[in-house]
């Protein structure tokens, strides 16, 4: 009788609309690399079927799936437990199944915070933040969990920066602000990194966030949340006045090797994941 073993480890992600999320050719590329026999499937999941397909994934014993929009909120309902940075966000992007029980997490802010620790430290420093959505809020959760002195975060609508700036207040040990976006933002002096967690420039090589560049300073970290270009204008122009810029690739490759930890204990190779999605994107360090 043969030994050998037909069943894959089943991890994926639960999304609508689904299919120009790259992850499962990044994740699956690692998998391979590894020589782990594990499949990552790409689920286009309405709204009214999340559910269903949380069920779903416990029945067919999954060790953890993903969660995009529409689900990152809707999808705590169904869990057992949320760890911190999950809990004080208020979103779940990443679901890890042991023993029938569902966790939650949220790794779009650690993603961002182990590709930015690549290049700077972030404790005790100064950080300028440019939107006030999903993404902005779970960097500056996670920023204030790594002890960064103060946060700005900008944003059209005040209100929404004051709820992520109390949200840091209240949850860290860090200091926030909001502060209204009008016109281009300026940054302040003595900022030590300033991040773009806005949409502006997905897809769009050309398109500038409105940021007054005569106030970026040299030596400051510009990162852009952006995969798609990497090097968007944003941190080209960044990059020409003397800054060190930080492309979106390693956030969305670190969220994926987070992930991975989290349901198979594995550590999977950054550098695969990251060569995938530049093959994907056309895309190269010089941007």
Known sequence: MSNQNFRSILTGSFSTPCADNPTVAMIEAAYRHAGIDARYI????KAGNLAAAVRGAVAMEWVGFNCSLPHKVAVIEYLDELAEAARIIGAVNCVAIRDG???GNNTDGKGFLASLREVIDPAGKKVFLLGAGGAARA???ELGL???AHITVVNRDPAKAGTIAALVRDNTKSDATARPWV????VPEGTDIVINATSVGL??????????LDTLAKGQVVADVIPNPPMTRFLREARQ????PLDGLGMLVNQGVIGVELWLGRTLDAGV???TLRDIFGASDAG
């Open 42 to 45: 790409n689920c286009d999941v």
């Open 101 to 103: 029980r569902l966790v």
């Open 139 to 141: 960097i500056a959760v």
């Open 146 to 148: 790594a002890g960064v």
């Open 183 to 186: 016109g281009n933002a300026r």
């Open 203 to 212: 897809g769009d090589a050309d398109t500038m966030v409105e940021v007054d």
């Open 241 to 244: 006045r003397g800054c060190t």
């Open 273 to 275: 994941m990251k060569q």
